[in-house]
């Protein structure tokens, strides 16, 4: 389903899709296309009530404020209530909103991940399909591309109403690379010159590389693995080390091994938090991050005041690039990105009239044409019939993202959405720090990613025929 999806994208970006959060051709009311009208504000009995939604808008969240906006805006059209108690998205968030369903205290709307992290809450049971949901109310998400809004790996079927989608590149800092005498160019971007670029960075005193393999190791192993692979067959789980997607692994593994053993990452990496290398970047002290869509936002945020003293916000020191590619499997212009989250109404407030329609009036207020239009800022993906309305103004890294996003050309989902959370992503990736100092052996490590992997889906499988 998820190559599915990517092939979409990627015919999607071809017609200039991707550039959509500039371009709207929408002559419809807000209310026709969010579907708002599905549902009365109130209750089904007239009473108003309150409803526990769970996000991942929290943290450090660069969208956290529009989300904010939106749920204030809702509270004071319809009365109604809303506790919120977002987190930041990470594993230890997604562990504890599955073990809030295991004890009967799920909220009443989800905003989660629609990929393999919400098998376990669709084969229980727990949250309610778009279909059955338009039983009662026809024009709900009707604003919505139905083979866009990122469907159950379980059964094909939707779940979820998404708002932007994401992408992941790189983050430049093009004042460390000014520093260092360094032009990086926006496509083309060769692993060899990246090597050399590094060596040159970290011999005048910079960071070459601001990350933290203690928590946030996926964004590099997925492009140096991807580096292995075409955007077509990237998004595989391998079935065994020696196979494409394996050896792709293996390879991009080795690859983050060499970077730590070279010192191109912070000193700290192995112990650092995702925060302080941000702020790195921040600081003017490191010069490339991959990340995501999201991570512009904190940008805007964090660099806004002109502390290098040249006349202008630190955010023009910000620029976005695609990673150095490696090999000829991919073009340098193919990048990561979908749509993965949504938003879910549970079956437990389903069940309750008066939960039930205000859920589906929240959801429809939170996926209407212009409130995600502010939550795609930065050229994000959206499932949107008629794209989205471009903000009134934008930044100068907006701006270069949207550049950057005309010359994608070829996208993949993130292959970490494919494994199970607990049992399997979690622990591989807490063991990247142990992979590149040596500790343990990335072929073996390689192996029980792929073994768990398998015993997780017979255990489901089990599960659920049981």
């Not at 109403?161 to 060769?190: A, H, R």
Request: hydrophobic content about 35%.
């Amino acid at each position: 389903m998820k190559k599915i999806i990517a092939i979409l994208l990627a015919a999607l970006m071809s017609a200039s899709v991707m550039t959509a959060c500039g371009n709207s051709t929408s002559s419809t009311s807000t209310a026709q296309q969010s579907g708002a009208s599905a549902a009365p504000a109130a209750s089904a009995s007239g009473k108003k009530v309150s409803l526990d939604v769970v996000t991942s808008y929290g943290g450090d969240d660069g969208n956290r404020k529009n989300y904010e906006a939106a749920i204030n805006s809702w509270q004071q059209k319809t009365g109604n209530t809303v506790k919120d108690s977002s987190g930041d998205g990470s594993e230890d968030w997604k562990v504890k909103v599955m073990n809030s369903f295991e004890v009967g205290s799920e909220p009443d709307v989800l905003f989660f991940f629609n990929g393999a992290d919400s098998n376990k809450l669709v084969k229980n049971q727990k949250v309610v399909s778009i279909d059955e949901i338009r039983k009662q109310y026809p024009d709900y998400a009707k604003n919505m591309r139905d083979d866009m809004m990122g469907a159950s790996p379980v059964d094909g079927k939707n779940y979820s109403v998404p708002v932007n989608g994401y992408w992941e590149s790189m983050f430049i800092n093009t004042k460390v690379l000014k520093d260092c005498g360094i032009t990086v160019p926006l496509t083309g971007y060769t692993y060899d010159q990246f090597l050399k670029d590094c060596e040159t960075i970290k011999s005048k005193g910079f960071v070459p590389i601001a990350a933290s393999l203690a928590e946030t190791p996926n964004y590099w192993f997925e492009f140096m693995s991807y580096n292995y692979m075409s955007a077509k067959d990237f998004n595989t789980m391998p079935q065994s080390s020696t196979d494409a997607a394996g050896k792709a692994w293996i390879n991009g593994l080795s690859d983050i091994k060499t970077l730590f053993e070279k010192g191109y990452f912070p000193k700290n990496t192995n112990s650092t938090t995702d925060a302080d290398t941000n702020n790195l970047m921040a600081q003017n002290k490191a010069a490339f991050m991959i990340d995501g869509s999201w991570k512009v936002g904190w940008f805007e945020e964090n660099m806004k005041e002109d502390m290098d003293g040249d006349g202008n916000p630190d955010i023009e020191n910000i620029d976005v690039a695609f990673p150095p590619v490696k090999g000829t499997a991919k073009n340098s212009t193919d990048y990561i990105g979908g749509i993965s989250m949504g938003y879910f109404i549970t079956t437990k407030a389903w069940n309750d009239p008066d939960k039930r329609d205000a859920c589906v009036d929240f959801i429809s207020h939170m996926t209407a044409d212009d409130v995600v239009s502010t939550f795609c800022s930065a050229g994000s993906v959206s499932a949107l019939k008629n794209g989205v309305t471009a903000p009134s103004s934008a930044s100068s890294l907006v701006k270069k993202v949207n550049e950057m996003n005309k010359k994608v050309t070829g996208i993949s989902p993130a292959v970490e959405d494919l494994m199970d959370n607990k049992s399997v992503r979690t622990p591989f990736f807490a063991n990247v720090k142990n992979m590149v100092t040596g500790q343990l052996d990335i072929t073996k490590a390689v192996d029980e990613v792929i073994a768990n992997q398998k015993a997780f889906i017979a255990q489901t499988t089990t599960s659920q025929a049981s």
